[in-house]
């Protein structure tokens, strides 16, 4: 009942930038955290960003400096801006929610991931 769209993934080159979205949909009271993971082939699944209700963030040392997580709460959207991208920020990119529904059930949310490739 709970849906996580992501959009914004896409083609880049080196060096340029991408937006991401992820809109969380449904019967919710509330979101705590939320944050964009990604994951390569062959490689492990990765926390890129996160960002707290009290909007407190972090980042992985990869991204650090290059990549901010934002959200507004009003519209239960998390955002990714990721500048000077690296062929190595290849991956599809998913995005994580914890929900909490109106009756108070709650939610560890993902979306489908959307692709982000940077090539030249």
């Known amino acids: 009942q709970v849906q996580l769209v992501e959009s914004g993934g896409g083609l880049v080159q080196p060096g340029g930038s991408l937006r991401l979205s992820c809109a969380a949909s449904g019967p919710i009271r509330s979101i705590n955290v939320m944050g964009w993971y990604r994951q390569a082939p062959g490689k492990q699944r990765e926390l890129v960003a996160s960002i707290t209700s009290g909007v407190r963030t972090s980042y992985a040392d990869s991204v650090n400096g290059r990549f901010t997580i934002s959200r507004d709460n009003a519209k239960n959207t998390v955002y990714l801006q990721m500048n000077s991208l690296k062929p190595e920020d290849t991956a599809v990119y998913y995005c994580?929610?914890?929900?909490?529904?109106?009756?108070?059930?709650?939610?560890?949310?993902w979306g489908q991931g959307t692709q982000v490739t940077v090539s030249s």
């Open positions: 994580n929610a914890d929900v909490i529904l109106t009756w108070g059930l709650r939610f560890g949310s």
